[in-house]
């Protein structure tokens, strides 16, 4: 597609409830990342796939979070029995090769209030 | 203490102002500077991408890197009201946990016309 995309744009959940947060990579790019933004502050960096690998989840903050890409296109992050501290801006991106150095393009998000 | 600091803000100029950004780092195996600028509601897209030290120039806009200080500044000229957004640094490096992409908090910048 002609951007990153992700769905749901907003996403109020109860706590406990588990949620899956999709997000469809420019078309061509191998590298696919996830992010989480607070308010007032830059994005966090939770995991990286190129294809279908994930290469690197180390910035997961627990096992209730996990992400896939099983064809190396579109990624779902998916966090199981939410809690209130989860509420923030998910935000998918994607560039052509692993990092060092290739501009990645960021999707306008999944806003995530879990209540 | 963070491994990328950035003053918040906000910032607010007049239009025609020069704009200095700046942010400091700790990790010395970063080697790739970006700065992204960030809309209300929308994703940081990528402004200026810098290797190593040096200065580039874009237009209105100039990026410094100064790995010795480990300080890197955004210089935009001529403000305009369209320049009102949060700008973002970001850094990463070829190894480690360096080679993910770390963010500052962003400064908020308003342009007043």
């Known amino acids: 597609g002609a951007g990153v995309s992700q769905s749901p744009r907003y996403k109020v959940t109860k706590r406990g409830q588990d949620v899956a947060l999709r997000c469809d990579p420019i078309s061509g790019h191998v590298s696919l990342y996830w992010y989480r933004q607070a308010l007032g502050q830059g994005p966090e960096f939770l995991t990286y796939?190129?294809?279908?690998?994930?290469?690197?989840k180390s910035g997961l903050p627990n096992d209730r979070f996990s992400a896939e890409r099983p064809e190396g296109s579109i990624s779902t992050l998916t966090i199981q029995r939410t809690e209130q501290r989860d509420s923030a801006m998910y935000r998918c991106a994607s560039s052509l090769g692993g990092f060092s150095g290739n501009t990645i393009y960021f999707g306008e998000g999944s806003w995530l209030t879990v209540v | 203490q963070k491994e990328v600091e950035q003053d918040p803000g906000p910032l607010s100029v007049p239009e025609g102002a020069i704009v200095s950004l700046n942010c400091t780092y700790s990790?010395?195996?970063?080697?790739?500077f970006m700065w992204y600028r960030q809309y209300s509601r929308k994703g940081p897209e990528l402004l200026m991408y810098t290797y190593s030290s040096g200065n580039k120039e874009d237009g209105r806009f100039t990026a410094q890197v100064d790995k010795s200080s480990k300080y890197i500044s955004l210089f935009i000229r001529d403000s305009q009201p369209s320049d009102s957004a949060t700008y973002l640094c970001a850094m990463s490096g070829t190894s480690g946990s360096a080679r993910q992409l770390t963010f500052g908090s962003g400064t908020q910048l308003t342009v007043l016309p």
């Open positions: 796939f190129n294809y279908e690998a994930q290469q690197d």
């Open positions: 990790n010395s195996a970063f080697q790739y």
